[in-house]
């Protein structure tokens, strides 16, 4: 009997919706919300707005893309946390009205695991175990994936997660929010040895980012004050720089993890996924060690909701439902509910 999954996705700033047919993705439809930029972040209650704005028309046009109406659907997944909860709870209510309507099951997803899990949507697909670097602008986590259903936190940052590092990097650098993909842009013209910032000295496979952010914010103000336009006229350079100096961050991590763990199988997911000098470095790094090396496609790395209908499918077969009085939460413990 083939199943037909409606994935909903509203955890920050992007409203999205999804269709997966058999375990294949039908369409994979996303709203961004470009109101933040001003502000130099996202705002939530400008967020929960834009969601209640867009889910009817990202939902009916997914659906139109798959071909299908809502009397195909056999479940409803939908992110339950961790986010904004104003945010999660467009989505929530959206997701819960359907099913209810609709008389079919309804299904939570860890919006973590989901990043985790985007790696199932197509072929290479990573065998278990795998190890993923899960980076997004609320996470940084190396996580053991045992099954789909079974997976271990073995570090994950103690202040900001490297996608918020990036942000406020560029933050500092006059870019505006979300300036992530902005560093990564510049730094492409940029020489990435220009300048260093230093690495933090942190146990284990545990992170952290707020050392390198003070570096880069006291060097940034040392040269500004000796010339106004240091930034200006370094700017690829400065960007070329961050992001070497978080890059190294992580993947020095995921080295010690992988000879920790002896897995050879590593995989990365979250928006930070899309940064060319990860995507790289990685791979070369993995030639170098001889490991099997998985990354997303783009539009699987920032957040979606294809990746929230490949979760809900594999809790779908092993018949994990949720209750109708589900409620979101902004902040769920562990990697999968
Ligand atoms: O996973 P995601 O889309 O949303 C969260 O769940 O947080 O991640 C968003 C984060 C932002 O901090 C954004 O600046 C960062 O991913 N990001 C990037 C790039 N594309 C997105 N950071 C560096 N380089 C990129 N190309
Ligand atoms: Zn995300």
Same mark, same amino acid.
Not at 6 to 21: F, N, P
Not at 170 to 198: C, E, R, V
Not at 213 to 232: A, C, G, I, R
């Given at each position: ?13 992007? /409203? &999205?919706? *999804? ?22 972040? #996202?705002?939530?209650?400008?967020? +929960? ?8 028309? #990202?939902?009916?046009? &997914?659906? +139109? ?17 961790? !986010? =904004? =909860?104003?945010?999660?709870? @467009? !989505? ?9 309507? =609709?008389?079919? %099951? ?11 899990? &985007? ?9 278990? %175990?795998?190890?993923?670097? /899960?980076?997004?602008?609320?996470? /940084?986590?190396?996580?053991? #994936? ?5 997976? &271990?936190? =073995? ?5 900001? *997660? ?25 730094? *492409?013209? !940029?020489?990435?040895? *220009? ?12 992170? +952290? ?37 978080? @890059? ?34 990685? /791979? ?27 979760? !809900? ?25």
């Amino acid at each position: 009997m083939p199943v037909t999954i409606l994935g909903i996705e509203s955890s920050c700033d992007e /409203t &999205a919706a *999804a269709v997966l047919i058999n375990g294949q993705i039908m369409s994979n439809v996303i709203a961004g919300q470009s109101v933040h930029e001003q502000y130099g972040g #996202v705002v939530p209650e400008l967020a +929960s707005r834009a969601h209640q704005a867009n889910i009817v028309p #990202v939902v009916t046009v &997914a659906l +139109s893309r798959a071909g299908i109406s809502l009397a195909d659907l056999d479940a409803v997944a939908f992110t339950q946390g961790p !986010g =904004l =909860l104003g945010a999660l709870m @467009v !989505g929530t209510a959206y997701a819960k009205a359907l099913a209810i309507s =609709l008389d079919i %099951p309804l299904i939570t997803v860890h919006h973590m695991q989901a990043h985790i899990l &985007a790696h199932l949507i197509e072929d290479p697909k990573p065998a278990f %175990p795998f190890l993923c670097l /899960t980076v997004s602008g609320g996470h /940084t986590q190396i996580v053991r #994936v045992n099954s789909a259903m079974d997976m &271990a936190i =073995l570090g994950q940052t103690i202040d900001d *997660a490297a996608g918020e590092a990036f942000d406020k990097c560029a933050k500092m650098l006059g870019l505006p929010y979300p300036g992530g993909p902005l560093i990564d842009k510049y730094a *492409a013209q !940029g020489n990435a040895q *220009a300048f260093d910032f230093g690495e933090p000295k942190i146990q284990g496979l545990d992170f +952290s980012f707020s050392g390198f952010k003070t570096s880069v914010l006291y060097f940034l103000q040392e040269q500004t004050k000796k010339n106004p336009d240091f930034v200006k006229n370094n700017l690829n350079d400065l960007c070329a720089s961050v992001q070497r100096g978080i @890059v190294e961050i992580l993947l020095r991590k995921v080295k010690r993890a992988a000879k920790e763990t002896g897995i050879s199988r590593i995989a990365i997911s979250g928006g930070v996924s899309a940064n060319t000098a990860l995507r790289k470095n990685l /791979t070369d790094m993995g030639v170098a060690l001889g490991w099997e090396v998985f990354i997303p496609k783009f539009e699987y790395c920032t957040d979606n909701a294809a990746m929230i209908a490949i979760t !809900g499918y594999q809790k779908f077969l092993a018949g994990a439902f949720a209750r109708y009085d589900v409620v979101p939460m902004a902040r769920i413990p562990g990697i999968y509910i």
